[in-house]
């Protein structure tokens, strides 16, 4: 009997270890198998991370484009508002033109014909008997009366031709210098409406680049959503494998463990031993491992909005820079120069007589435009910026203006209406 049970045990034992190297080799392909999906979501998860860091980077970059497209946009609003303007003007600098040009036509037909009256005059005179009319005139007086009547009419006769034809010619100079006038002042508006012009075409081929730029990174950025989005999927097919693998390794557990309780039981009852084996199977399952897939958090650029300059607080009056400025009258206008003595433009003059008083104003009729605060040309003071378009003056008080004219005439003082004031801008 007791060989009997011997034998049995001997049995049990050997079916245990059969067993437990199955399950053991069980164990260690699901170990792989779980390791295996473990790598790959670790994988995933880091070309995921990058791919969201690759996205932020892109967004930025779209926010920093658009932000530039925006101020070139306005840049862009402003130019085109300037070369509409500069449009009226040259319209309304050719209607006085033509007025000019035609005044001055009739003023050279008048001193021609003026010319001609006082030649017929003259030939008259000479064609019967020279000085010998005035002796005529003497003879044939009635008396003394007469003879200073016939004498003061043949000399107002004389003066007036000589007269007339003076003012005639003075009037043909002063036409014929308005017409210069209003040829130059043509000639500035067309030259400030080729150059804005170009800042227009400059604009739109900038914008027309970000643009581009912006289309190309919607592409990069597709493309990186569309490798974000595949990571997710990879991770979240990983992590089901892992919650499957987990599921069956402990199945098989808790069906390892039951054999064993299965056996113990057996081997008991074959020894003969009638205690009820206790297995309060206190073995604590693993807990299954969910999706540790973390999200990546993506900050937002800020937008920096630009408002115009507040006025400058400064002690300067503006009698002080008026004073300054009007000391380079007389001096050179050279396109983007900056010397008040070797030749500045309009802006460039501006920004220089500031400087000398630690006033930063920036080197463009536009912006010049947007700095400091508005004021009605009613109420503008000495030192106050006057800006045209495409052009800006230094406000000396009584209508008066100094400023980097054209290449033609300098720096130099005029009327500040004489051309359409956009707006006064008070930087002191």
């Known amino acids: 009997?007791?060989?009997?049970?011997?034998?049995?045990?001997?049995?049990?034992?050997?079916?245990?270890?059969?067993?437990?190297?199955?399950?053991?080799?069980?164990?260690?392909?699901?170990?792989?198998?779980?390791?295996?999906?473990?790598?790959?979501?670790?994988?995933?998860?880091?070309?995921?991370?990058?791919?969201?860091?690759?996205?932020?980077?892109?967004?930025?970059?779209?926010?920093?484009?658009q932000a530039q497209i925006q101020a070139l946009d306005?840049?862009?609003?402003?130019?085109?508002?300037?070369?509409?303007?500069?449009?009226?003007?040259?319209?309304?600098?050719?209607?006085?033109?033509?007025?000019?040009?035609?005044?001055?036509?009739?003023?050279?037909?008048?001193?021609?014909?003026?010319?001609?009256?006082?030649?017929?005059?003259?030939?008259?005179?000479?064609?019967?008997?020279?000085?010998?009319?005035?002796?005529?005139?003497?003879?044939?007086?009635?008396?003394?009366?007469?003879?200073?009547n016939r004498v003061e009419y043949a000399r107002q006769i004389h003066e007036y031709d000589r007269n007339l034809l003076v003012q005639f010619q003075e009037t043909v100079q002063q036409v014929t210098n308005l017409k210069a006038q209003v040829e130059t002042e043509q000639q500035e508006l067309m030259e400030l409406q080729q150059s804005y012009q170009e800042q227009k075409s400059e604009f739109e081929t900038m914008i027309a680049e970000r643009q581009e730029q912006l289309s190309d990174f919607d592409t990069q950025l597709a493309s990186a959503q569309d490798l974000a989005a595949q990571m997710r999927a990879t991770i979240d097919q990983q992590n089901d494998i892992i919650r499957q693998e987990e599921e069956r390794r402990l199945a098989a557990a808790a069906a390892q463990q039951n054999q064993n309780n299965n056996h113990t039981v057996a081997g008991n009852n074959s020894g003969g031993n009638n205690h009820a084996s206790e297995n309060p199977g206190n073995g604590a399952a693993p807990e299954g491992n969910g999706n540790a897939g973390g999200g990546t958090e993506t900050n937002e650029g800020e937008g920096s909005g630009g408002g115009a300059n507040p006025p400058h607080t400064t002690s300067v009056s503006g009698s002080d820079v008026v004073a300054f400025a009007c000391q380079y009258i007389g001096n050179p206008y050279?396109?983007?120069?900056?010397?008040?003595?070797?030749?500045?433009?309009?802006?460039?003059?501006?920004?220089?007589?500031?400087?000398?008083?630690?006033?930063?104003?920036?080197?463009?009729?536009?912006?010049?435009?947007?700095?400091?605060?508005?004021?009605?040309?009613?109420?503008?003071?000495p030192g106050d910026i006057i800006c045209y378009a495409g052009h800006v003056a230094i406000y000396m008080g009584g209508g008066q203006i100094v400023h980097a004219s054209s290449p033609e005439t300098g720096i130099k003082t005029g009327s500040a209406t004489y051309r359409q004031i956009l707006t006064v801008r008070r930087v002191l």
């Open 74 to 148: 306005a840049e862009l609003v402003d130019v085109i508002l300037n070369l509409d303007i500069l449009e009226t003007e040259l319209e309304d600098k050719q209607v006085q033109l033509d007025q000019v040009t035609a005044q001055l036509a009739q003023a050279e037909e008048d001193e021609r014909v003026q010319y001609d009256l006082m030649v017929k005059r003259i030939v008259y005179i000479y064609e019967n008997g020279g000085d010998s009319s005035y002796l005529s005139v003497i003879t044939g007086a009635g008396s003394f009366t007469d003879l200073l």
């Open 334 to 381: 050279v396109w983007g120069g900056e010397s008040l003595t070797n030749g500045a433009d309009c802006s460039g003059f501006i920004k220089s007589v500031y400087a000398n008083y630690g006033i930063n104003l920036p080197h463009s009729s536009l912006a010049l435009q947007r700095v400091g605060s508005e004021v009605s040309y009613g109420n503008a003071q």
């Open 1 to 65: 009997m007791r060989h009997e049970r011997k034998l049995w045990r001997t049995k049990v034992i050997a079916v245990f270890t059969a067993v437990l190297a199955g399950f053991s080799c069980f164990i260690n392909t699901d170990a792989g198998a779980l390791k295996d999906a473990q790598d790959k979501k670790n994988q995933a998860q880091n070309e995921l991370d990058s791919a969201n860091q690759q996205i932020e980077a892109i967004e930025q970059k779209q926010q920093e484009l």
